[in-house]
């Protein structure tokens, strides 16, 4: 097994004992984004749609680092602090997915990190 830890300073640093991502066989297992501006790891302003494209601009920058895009994604996992947001999610993806669309799960959870309303991981074949 070839495995490799990915890591750009293009999307948010690690605030914790993880990678941004490992890259296994053909695999990438990107950690949980969160809506953290890269170059001042603190939250963006603005709505929760201004959230979530920061989290998928975090992914696409990670997923880039490793070799692929956005369009590589077959699965990810959305957290939220309140499932009403999922519809501003449904939109964004829409703008940056395009069909087949990634398998997907979404949990709301009573808290994240550095108090995000919106969490994304995501798994992608290269």
Same mark, same amino acid.
């Given at each position: 097994?070839?495995r490799r830890s990915v890591a750009?300073?293009?999307?948010? +640093? %690690?605030?914790?004992?993880?990678?941004?991502?490992?890259?296994?066989?053909?695999?990438?297992?990107?950690?949980?984004?969160?809506?953290?501006?890269? +170059?001042?790891?603190?939250?963006?302003?603005?709505?929760?749609?201004?959230?979530?494209?920061?989290?998928?601009?975090?992914?696409? %920058?990670?997923?880039?680092? +490793?070799?692929?895009?956005?369009?590589?994604?077959?699965?990810?996992?959305?957290?939220?602090?309140?499932?009403?947001?999922?519809?501003?999610?449904?939109?964004?993806?829409?703008?940056?997915?395009?069909?087949?669309?990634?398998?997907? %799960?979404?949990?709301?959870?009573? %808290?994240?990190?550095?108090?995000?309303?919106?969490e994304v991981d995501a798994i992608?074949?290269?």
């Amino acid at each position: 097994m070839s495995r490799r830890s990915v890591a750009t300073d293009a999307a948010p +640093a %690690a605030i914790g004992t993880y990678s941004q991502a490992i890259a296994v066989d053909g695999m990438v297992f990107i950690s949980g984004q969160i809506p953290l501006h890269p +170059a001042t790891m603190e939250m963006v302003a603005g709505d929760m749609r201004a959230h979530v494209v920061q989290v998928f601009d975090n992914l696409q %920058a990670v997923a880039r680092a +490793a070799g692929g895009d956005l369009d590589r994604i077959v699965k990810l996992t959305v957290y939220l602090t309140d499932l009403g947001d999922f519809g501003t999610v449904n939109e964004v993806m829409a703008d940056r997915f395009s069909d087949p669309y990634p398998a997907r %799960a979404a949990v709301q959870v009573a %808290a994240l990190p550095k108090g995000a309303r919106v969490e994304v991981d995501a798994i992608l074949r290269l």
